[in-house]
């Protein structure tokens, strides 16, 4: 499965649990690509503009934090209602609106609904267990119910993981790297381009020849 692919299918249930929240309990396969293609390029876009901010304000160390993040979310237009910076300075006070209605959009009901879809919320009546507080995401639900040593070793170097030691790998042939073997592809076609060039400009005609020896 290419990276791509891989995902927009790790992308997939989340979208299908905002469906189920909004109240869509059913959809055609084509409008569910076409939202998590939409979402897939959103979040792209969002770390991009961090990235950027990230990179203008402190490129000693171009590790986005919360300002670029906040940064992004306006670019994006996700923090609405908002004054420009030179409104915000005609007026003399910042405007946080956008920020507030962010804020109470993410700790309330409409999120809240979501994570209940999730799994994250009990619903009124469910018993809950005291192992089930902390409830684990699903692709870790997922990661387990697919292995059967239930180990993280398994994914351990993949996009599912955590990243493996890095190690020499022996090609077959005897080179002991993947550098080795391309500097040999190269030395190789070195040689057999001039080889052809002498072939070339070997005389062809008796009388080429002749001149040659005189």
Do not use: C
């Amino acid at each position: 499965m290419s990276a791509p692919n891989l995902y927009n299918a790790l992308l997939r249930p989340p979208i299908i649990q905002i469906l189920r929240a909004t109240g869509f309990h059913s959809t055609r396969p084509s409008v569910l690509d076409t939202l998590v293609d939409i979402a897939a390029r959103y979040m792209l876009l969002l770390a991009s503009s961090a990235a950027e901010h990230a990179d203008n304000s402190h490129p000693d160390e171009p590790v986005p934090d919360l300002e670029d993040i906040r940064l992004a979310l306006q670019d994006a237009g996700a923090l609405r209602p908002q004054l420009r910076e030179m409104e915000e300075l005609w007026q003399g006070e910042e405007d946080l609106r956008g920020m507030e209605s962010f804020l109470s959009w993410f700790t309330g009901p409409a999120n809240r609904e979501i994570r209940r879809i999730a799994g994250f919320v009990a619903s009124q009546g469910d018993v809950i267990e005291a192992e089930s507080l902390e409830k684990e995401d699903y692709l870790t639900s997922l990661k387990k119910k697919h292995s059967k040593t239930g180990e993280e070793s398994r994914y351990a170097g993949t996009v599912l993981g955590k990243s493996a030691e890095e190690h020499p790998i022996v090609i077959e042939g005897g080179y002991p790297s993947i550098r080795d073997w391309g500097l040999q592809i190269k030395y190789r076609e070195g040689s057999s381009e001039s080889a052809s060039s002498a072939v070339s400009s070997a005389p062809t005609d008796l009388s080429e020849m002749e001149d040659m020896e005189v």
